[in-house]
């Protein structure tokens, strides 16, 4: 049974930073590219970030570009999104994801098959 656990979220300043966390298990991690994604109020679930499963590949949305970071440790089977410079506007339940194994993912939920449960981010202004 696959599971993807997220933490780290919390309340923190505008300007603040975070690092969002997701254990993986129940899959072969290093086979798998990981990707985040977070969904405001009232909002579609949007695509934050991915990496490949080869770890050489990293793609961003516009709106985090420069500010966030995604990275991952195959062996703690852990992928981490850092937020730097928060906005009001990255205020989102923070979800990371993983597609089947060998998969090169873009920004769709629809690639994806394994979801985490989201954790909670709420940047004050």
């Known amino acids: 049974q696959v599971q993807l656990v997220e933490s780290g979220g919390g309340l923190v300043q505008a300007g603040g930073s975070l690092r969002l966390s997701c254990a993986a298990s129940g899959l072969t991690f290093s086979k798998h590219s990981m990707g985040w994604f977070r969904q405001a109020p009232g909002k579609e679930r949007e695509f934050v970030s991915a990496m490949s499963w080869s770890g050489d590949r990293t793609t961003y949305a516009d709106s985090v570009k420069g500010r966030f970071a995604i990275s991952r440790d195959n062996a703690k089977r852990v992928v981490y999104l850092q937020l730097n410079s928060l906005k009001p506007e990255d205020t989102a339940v923070y979800y990371c994801?993983?597609?089947?194994?060998?998969?090169?993912?873009?920004?769709?939920?629809?690639?994806?098959?394994?979801w985490g449960q989201g954790t909670q981010v709420t940047v004050s202004s």
């Open positions: 994801a993983a597609p089947g194994p060998y998969s090169d993912t873009g920004p769709s939920t629809r690639e994806y098959i394994y």
